[in-house]
């Protein structure tokens, strides 16, 4: 029989990697865990290129000349010419604006109040027919709009609201309330039905719930929402194209923005002026950036409060 004399402190436990031992737990991931951040960073530096160069290019073609522009599109301005932007208003960049925010100031609040309430009562109030509601509010983000371009354009006809604000803010409400349905649902189904029952013990009718204790509750929810309407709304172009035309020669015009940066390129003609067209789109550009610039935190708490909860 043989006696194994070991040391002292020394554990019987066999050492990692010695006859024959399983190695240490996690041992070979830092290569690859390595290799997985330098991808997906080098993935996120060129998409990041992608997006910023074009902004960039734009904006930097707004102050110079056309020569300037066709010798070379990424070289800085020899003189930074702002007269660009006060052609580009005059030639009616201004109006197009106002338009824009006009039915955008009724259009996203209508947006977010109708698509909460529906939104609400349907993740915390059961009653037959429940689902079969949300599904259909649900079906409406995955039905084209291209589909509906005719039969929208002979019912908003019909109701005599072509060419007028209030018929293109009900069709921006309708078209933005399956996505403000979807994602405010998910939202208010994880907030906690604690509270909802105290404010019932407390005798707070279902209207002061909602907009007293529910709604501040969802804020995360409503802003993140709500900065997608806005931009969906803002560069929204195949709805007012087909629904704010002049119907007749006294009809005034009421384009939209994406529309009036269509017909700043008609007036060109063959006459060039990129300098106006690029402060059009720069002008269009700088309240969306702004916007998201803003509120991003708020946006990416939104996406993954529901998550998280």
Known sequence: MTTVIKAPGESSAEKPGAGGGRPA?????????TALNVF????????????????VWLTLGSFKTDAQIGGSA???????????????????????FAHTLIVMAFSVPLTMLLGSMAAYV????????NRVVYYFFVSGAMFPVFLALVPLFF?????????????????????????????MH?????????????????????SRIFFQVMLPMARPGLISVG????????NQYILPSVLMQPQTGSDPERYMLTQGLIQLQYQMGYETDLPVLFAGVTIAMIPMLVVYLSFQRQIQAGLTSATLK
Do not use: C
């Not at 301005?77 to 960049?93: C, L």
């Not at 349907?122 to 027919?129: D, H, I, M, Q, V």
């Open 25 to 33: 737990r996690g041992a070979g991931r830092g290569s690859d865990g």
């Open 40 to 55: 997906s960073h080098g993935f996120l530096a060129v998409w990041a290129v992608l997006i910023v160069l074009p902004l």
């Open 74 to 96: 990424l070289s800085w301005p020899s003189n930074w010419h702002f007269d660009a932007f006060s052609r580009a208003w005059d030639k009616g960049i201004g109006d197009y």
């Open 122 to 129: 349907l993740a915390r109030y059961p009653f037959p027919g």
């Open 155 to 183: 019912m908003v006809k019909r109701f005599d609201m072509l060419n007028t604000y209030q018929g293109l803010i009900l069709v921006y409400v309708a078209y933005s309330m399956p996505f403000t349905v979807f994602f």
């Open 186 to 206: 998910s939202f208010f189904r994880t907030l906690p039905t604690a509270v909802h029952e105290a404010a019932v013990i407390d005798g707070a009718s279902d």
């Open 227 to 234: 900065i997608f309407n806005v931009l969906g709304q803002w």
